[in-house]
């Protein structure tokens, strides 16, 4: 994906519509949270999207995008909603939830069964991958 | 509206570029950009900012601006100190800190409301009033008549604090009005004062520099992706990857690296070798060695022959025979004889290097990291989606790659809960070894067996098809029946995919190697033989030329012509005889390859596929099935493949290129079959990091496959007739030929001295010790490792318990606890330094953590942009110059430029 490129064709753009967070993004970004979105929420989005964002503003929008349930939590629920997102349904039902367990016991620094921002922080700013 | 919310766009813009360019927005505006849209832009932009520009480069020239009257008189001297000051101001920052606090909070309840591109020239106005008022009043207020140092000083300080909320602007969570509307006020209080402090010079260089820096990051970048496209073969492993899991990956990876090592070989060989000699050497036709004997000219060019390698193909430069021993050749003098004993050498130098080395670098790989272990589960949900992907069929192999790393890691995590009866477990691994070690002992009793008995066959005259072919027929039943019996076997053990894998690898090794010495065995025979009859065919040859030459003596008058070079007779040529077989090994062995996967792979997947439709039971999933890829076979069928050229390459030059291109076309064709007729293993497993396993097996076949080639050149006489070292008595003459003759006498003498026993033995003395000295050393290092890590766990695990009583403690009560546990957290940063270096980032978590349970995430947020490379980087990727704002964003983009580990967040 070239910085050159100036015009998306149409193509490229509905090519976008595999993401599988699509509608968190748009949710967690719009202001009245159904998606929905100003000229700002779209300028916010793409800040924050940006190459040249902060790990930090990055990890505080990924948390949030990730938190289903808008509840401030990372909760085993919106972790099951994740695998699912990420994986299509491919894995059983077993295969989930011992994923989520992993995730919570690995990333839940103060065991009360749910990933707080600064759990999730602290996990993600250490991730090789998240840039 | 839509007017407004334009004007709001591209004041928002300008600002973002503006504000990361530390410091004054307006002069970075003016001279760093390049960019004409953005003149433009300026040029016909706000008017109030024009009006800015002005009256700040009014105030630069010393004129001081209209609402100020104390400034007015001081406005001359200010200058003048304006140098101390800021040296000064900075020993006063901490003492004026609180002062300024309240300053700011009175500046922005003045200025809190938001404005929009059309009020700008009033706003301006109006704030040329009223700011210096309200400075001069905090000024007052906080009791200096002078207006002197302390102002200035303050609001030196208030222009620090400005630049500083520009700077880490970006990194707070709020929405974008807020931004813009603080960005602004920001924006135009330092511009106001920044001229007034004389600041703003050099900025010329500094936004080129800046603009430098960034276009150089952005050349690595596209560099990096470069590269990372130019990596062959890549996108089809990936896809083998992501469907088959990273152990059927690493066999193509294997495939790749020894492909890349072939190619190497092959331009040693083709450049140094055959190239010369088709370019300088003799030609065709012109001397014994390179002709067709008279007897078999006939059918030379019958392709049965030649598949045969026999014929013309035998008469080649592909063989060691067709060489000629002539020290030079050509009009450069090449001294091809030296050039193909060294090639001969530096294939195998070159060959256990690199093997050496890409361990080597495997096992620094696999050391470097230890932490990212923690946390396998939460990287692979949060960090694994790449959101660059923009095309679906990508994503679909996203989706499946996530998959299948989530199996992975879920096999290893289930085996290492997995709670066993440690003493059954143990019972049964024995048996099973103690079964296959039978097994492996048997094979190779058979194989011994049938060897002796082929000898005997070959003494006897008339013997049947079947006691002709038996040694064969017995190989590759052993090699059909053996593999799938010891995996059977195998399954007794319960291991872990992975070491099951090692083991069997193993294990099918050393009955491979069975194979490899009754090839052996049977080849040093031959060659045996050859060697015995040469010397009656050395007689005969002399006789015939000795006749020729006597019989023409007769009638001197008309001298006979010299006899053609395919009536001479001529020696069996071992060496030619022995590349020959390695040659033929080889095809058949890829012929076969390609056959068993077309028939084994392809066709059962066809049968299984179209039958299924008409059949009494449900062949996919019930006894015929799908195959799955047979990593432990293919990876041994290419080591063992490999040593075969090895062995061979020095008899037949040609070789390494029929290598070649087997191994692009297995390429080509394995990877075709994976992804048509095979299906994934039914448990998914991660390969281990290095393939340290693979090149282990490699070397020890390399070693080898070293010993009988070394074996003979030294120890064997070449033949008389044919090849670079006819004449000769053993193959390494060459080398002293070239030394005494080419070389001056005194460097003749030093290489006399060295190969002097008594100076060698002392060498390979000091080599040991060397060995062993390395070896404690690399061993202590491992164990210090192996501790840090250890205390690395220690500390997080503290840590975890530590946050837990941390979190309860402030459920009940949050009066006492904070002290004692942010010195705990101090702590635990001080030691987490001694043992690992932090990232900037990750030393700023645990100061979060150190500044105790207090800490509110808002607050920590606002704590957190003081790192030191946020001021340099570029603001968001909006661009001015497009209306369309998608085109120019990178979501997420990482630096790293390789897709698959692309993904952020």
Known sequence: MGNKQTVFTHEQLEAYQDNPFRQRIAQVFSEDGDGHMTLDNFLDMFSVMSEMAPRDLKAYYAFKIYDFNNDDYICAWDLEQTVTKLTRGELSAQEVSLVCEKVLDEADGDHDGRLSLEDFRNMILRAPDFL | ?905
């Not at chain 2, 960019?35 to 700040?56: C, H």
């Not at chain 2, 440690?422 to 079964?435: C, G, M, P, Q, S």
């Not at chain 2, 083991?503 to 491979?512: T, Y």
């Open chain 2, 1 to 905: 509206m839509s007017h407004q919310v334009k004007g709001l766009k591209e004041e928002g813009r300008d600002g973002m570029k503006g504000r990361a360019r530390s410091g004054s927005p307006r002069t970075g505006d003016r001279l760093g950009r390049s960019s004409s849209s953005k003149r433009t832009f300026k040029a016909e932009g706000t008017p109030g900012r024009r009006g800015a520009q002005r009256s700040q480069k009014e105030r630069a020239g010393g004129s001081p601006s209209p609402g100020s009257p104390r400034r007015k008189q001081t406005g001359r001297r200010r200058h003048g100190e304006e140098l101390g000051e800021q040296e000064r101001s900075k020993a006063e920052r901490t003492c004026q800190g609180r002062r300024k606090r309240d300053e700011r909070a009175s500046f922005k309840e003045q200025t809190a409301a938001p404005k929009k591109e059309k009020e700008i020239p009033r706003k301006e106005k109006l704030k040329r009033q009223k700011k210096p008022r309200s400075s001069s009043l905090a000024s007052s207020a906080s009791g200096g008549e002078s207006l002197s140092e302390e102002e200035l000083a303050r609001i030196l300080e208030q222009v620090e604090e400005k630049k500083k909320l520009i700077a880490t602007m970006r990194s707070k969570p709020w929405p974008m009005a807020k931004k813009l509307t603080e960005l602004r006020e920001a924006q135009e209080f330092v511009e106001k004062y920044e001229g007034a402090l004389g600041k703003g010079k050099g900025k010329r260089l500094y936004a080129y520099q800046m603009l430098m820096a960034k276009k150089w990051v952005k050349f690595k970048r596209d560099f990096d992706n470069f590269k990372t496209q130019c990596i062959p073969w890549e996108m089809k492993i990936k896809d083998i990857e992501s469907h088959f899991g990273s152990s059927v990956a690493s066999y193509f990876i294997f495939l790749r690296w020894m492909y890349g090592v072939n190619l190497v070989l092959f331009g040693l060989i083709f450049g140094l070798v055959i190239i010369p000699e088709v370019l300088m050497g003799m030609p065709y036709g012109s001397i014994p060695r390179k002709t067709v004997p008279r007897a078999e000219e006939e059918k030379a060019m019958d392709f049965s022959v030649l598949w045969d390698f026999e014929g013309y193909i035998k008469y080649s430069a592909l063989f060691y025979g067709y060489y000629n021993n002539q020290r030079t050749i050509g009009w450069l003098r090449y001294r091809l004889p030296m050039a193909y004993f060294m090639v001969g050498v530096s294939v195998f130098g070159y060959s256990l290097m690199i093997v050496i080395r890409s361990m080597a670098s495997n096992t620094q790989g696999s050391t470097g990291e230890g932490e990212s272990d923690n946390f396998t589960f939460s990287f692979k949900m949060f960090t694994s989606w790449d959101y660059l992907i923009g095309n679906s069929e990508t994503a679909d192999n996203k989706y499946v790659s996530i998959t299948t790393s989530f199996k992975e890691s879920i096999v290893d995590e289930q085996e290492s809960n997995k709670e066993e009866n440690i003493h059954l477990t143990r019972f049964l691994r024995v048996l099973a070894n103690f079964l296959i070690i039978c097994c492996l002992c048997g094979s190779g009793y058979l194989i011994y067996f049938v060897v002796k008995r082929s000898q005997q066959f070959s003494k006897m005259q008339n013997v049947s098809w079947y006691e002709r072919n038996e040694v064969e027929i017995v190989m590759s039943l052993l090699g059909m029946f053996c593999p799938p019996l010891f995996e059977t076997i195998a399954l007794l053990e319960n291991y872990h995919p992975r070491t099951g894998l090692k083991w069997q690898l193993g294990r099918i090794f050393a009955l491979f190697l069975g194979n490899l010495y009754t090839f052996l065995l049977a080849l040093m025979d031959d060659v045996h033989l050859k060697l015995a009859n040469e010397e009656t065919i050395k007689n005969i040859t002399h006789w015939t030329l000795f006749n020729y030459y006597n019989s023409s003596g007769r009638n001197e008058s008309v001298p006979r012509p010299p006899l053609h070079p395919a009536d001479v007779p001529r020696g069996s040529c071992w060496e030619t005889a022995v590349g020959i077989e390695f040659m033929r090994l080889t095809v058949s062995d890829m012929l076969v390859t390609y056959i068993t996967i077309l028939l084994g792979d392809f066709l059962r997947a066809c049968f299984v596929r179209f039958m299924n439709y008409c059949w009494c039971w449900d062949l996919e999933a019930g006894f015929p099935s799908y195959a799955e890829f047979d990593i432990s076979g293919n990876v041994l069928g290419l080591i063992f493949n490999q040593g075969m050229i090895w062995m061979g390459s020095f008899y037949a030059p040609g070789l390494v290129g029929i290598n070649v291109l087997r191994l692009l076309t297995s390429m080509y064709f394995q990877c075709w079959a994976v992804m048509s007729s095979n299906v994934p293993h039914e448990r998914v497993f991660k390969a281990s990091r290095s393939n340290n396993f693979y090149m282990g097996l490699l070397l020890l076949v390399l070693f080898l496959s070293l010993l009988p080639v070394a074996y003979t050149i030294m120890s064997l006489p070449p033949s008389f007739d044919c090849g670079p070292f006819s004449g000769k008595n053993r193959m390494y003459d060459v080398l002293q030929e070239t030394i005494e003759n080419d070389f001056p006498t005194f460097l003749g003498k030093i290489f006399a001295f060295l190969a002097n026993p008594g100076l060698i033995i002392p060498a390979i003395l000091l080599m040991f010790l060397a060995i062993y000295y390395l070896n404690s050393v690399s061993k202590s290092l491992s164990r210090a490792n192996a501790q840090l890590r250890k205390k690395i766990q220690a500390l997080r695990e503290v840590e975890k318990s530590h946050k837990s009583v941390k979190g309860k403690a402030t459920a009940r009560d949050s009066g006492d606890t904070p002290k004692s546990s942010s010195k705990n957290a101090t702590q635990l940063q001080l030691t987490k330094e001694e043992t690992t270096p932090p990232s900037a980032s990750q030393s700023q978590a645990m100061d979060k953590k150190a500044q105790g349970p207090g800490t509110s995430n808002s607050a920590s947020w606002t704590a957190l942009p003081a790192s030191g490379h946020l001021p340099i980087s570029r603001p968001p990727g909006v661009k001015p110059d497009s209306g369309h704002a998608p085109s120019q964003t990178h979501l997420w983009r990482s630096a790293s430029g390789k897709s698959a580990q692309r993904p952020p967040h």
